[in-house]
């Protein structure tokens, strides 16, 4: 039973809307990650935090932001959703030791 | 920088039988993990094992098994007794701040 949760699973929106994607983890983990990938492809990293007040971009280059207020949560906002933003976005975190755990994954869809 | 590397982008096995996914990576460090994650369609990502790289000998969970030559940087699985369940993408993974190889999709054939 993951203890990761993100929402909302699907998404369909409009092209221009801002749309944020929400990750929380209840284990009290330090750092965690947001990885994009388009289905049955490759996972490209693309922000990830040490801890509360610390986010850093990752190898891929994205026009979201996060955000890292308090230790269990950890969104990541489009100001302006586009088409080319269209994937999956999985957020994972971990604590001092190694291996990740996994959320579920937020499927978006910008038509 | 780190990177891993797996050379098979898909793979097919008869159920019952024995695969051998392959991973390599590249590192200057010296004490690492390494990681096999699952990714069944459309369902979360788990871990399948995991090896620390100062330990000589190879990491084992049941029906899953790694094969760790450390000074090839080679990190192969071994999937015994095949599975429909098994089928899924497998990615390599490389350490704390993951590094991820590309994947190998696994079909399973009843």
């Known amino acids: 039973e993951a203890d990761i949760y993100q929402t909302p699973r699907y998404l369909v929106i409009g092209t221009g809307k801002k749309i944020t994607l929400e990750c929380s983890q209840t284990?009290?983990?330090?750092?965690m990650y947001w990885y994009q990938q388009d289905p049955g492809m490759e996972l490209h990293l693309i922000h990830y935090s040490y801890g509360v007040n610390s986010t850093e971009k990752g190898d891929l280059s994205s026009e979201s932001t996060v955000s890292r207020i308090r230790t269990e949560h950890f969104p990541l906002t489009l100001e302006s959703a586009r088409p080319s933003h269209t994937s999956q976005y999985l957020c994972?975190?971990?604590?001092?030791?190694?291996?990740?755990?996994f959320g579920s994954g937020t499927r978006l869809t910008v038509v | 920088a780190q990177t891993v590397t797996q050379s098979q982008p898909e793979m097919s096995v008869q159920e019952a039988e024995t695969v051998t996914l392959s991973c390599t990576y590249d590192?200057?460090?010296?004490?690492?993990?390494l990681f096999w994650y699952k990714q069944p369609p459309s369902r979360q990502m788990i871990l399948v094992i995991r090896q620390e790289a100062y330990k000589q000998q190879n990491a084992t969970e049941n029906r899953f098994s790694v094969n760790f030559q450390k000074a090839a940087k080679s990190f192969s699985l071994k999937i015994s007794d095949s599975q429909l369940g098994d089928a899924a993408m497998y990615f390599c993974?490389?350490?704390?701040?993951?590094?991820f190889g590309a994947g190998t999709r696994l079909t399973v054939k009843p």
């Open positions: 994972a975190s971990r604590n001092r030791g190694p291996g990740y755990t």
């Open positions: 993974a490389y350490n704390n701040d993951m590094r």
């Open positions: 284990m009290g983990h330090d750092k």
């Open positions: 590192t200057s460090e010296s004490d690492y993990y």
